[in-house]
């Protein structure tokens, strides 16, 4: 079965789909697990869902605190455990996260501008979905703009994944580029009946709800979480 994926940087800031896999493993066992934890798990604070306001987020990712204001019927918290996940809850139980995935030096990806970024991460993607998922799997990005986050200025992306007109799946993720390292805020949400499997992943009817989430938690971003940076290259023998 095809998994679920985020971008993985390889040579030259190009998606790297081969160690992406291999790395999804291990990480949506750990958000799952992170999600099933009762000590920092989110907690609705409403029974109506959908937001009813104009949605206002505050998050510091090194102090792991969080404080959403507008959103209706769900709960937003830190995961337990030391990962930048932020379990989000809705009558009661946990549904999914979102998560911030940091790229040490990643900033080179954006050389060539967000469209280009975008257009290679997508294009990445629907190779593998339609190899291993269904050869007639379609993506459409959706276009990208300008979003603060961090107090720095960044970017919108996302794309909506599509079986015979059917959406089956749908990215909504802010990036930034701050001290030479990339940082993606992502919302990934899977259908139940779709050749993908949720493993951490957020349910597609969550979407329209919690994609003013994304941005405000990037614009309300204080502090991001400390990157070390990638060794330097060896020196030939």
Known sequence: MVRNFRPVLGVEGRMDTTRLRAALV??????LAACAGGGNSATPTTTTTGPATEVSATVDWRARTVDVDGLEGYGIAFCEGEAPFLCVSRDGAVIGAIELVSFPGGGA??????DAWVA???GSLAEDRRAGCDPGYQLTADDTGSVPFAGLPGYRYGFTGEIGGRPVERVVGAGVVADGHLHLLVLNALADDGCLAR???LPLDAVDDLAPVVEALAAGTVALPPVTPPPPPSSPR
Not at 109 to 114: C, K
């Open 109 to 114: 990806a954006l050389d060539g501008g967000v």
């Open 120 to 122: 290679d991460y997508v």
């Open 199 to 201: 493993e951490g992943e």
């Open 26 to 31: 291990v990480v949506a066992t750990g958000l």
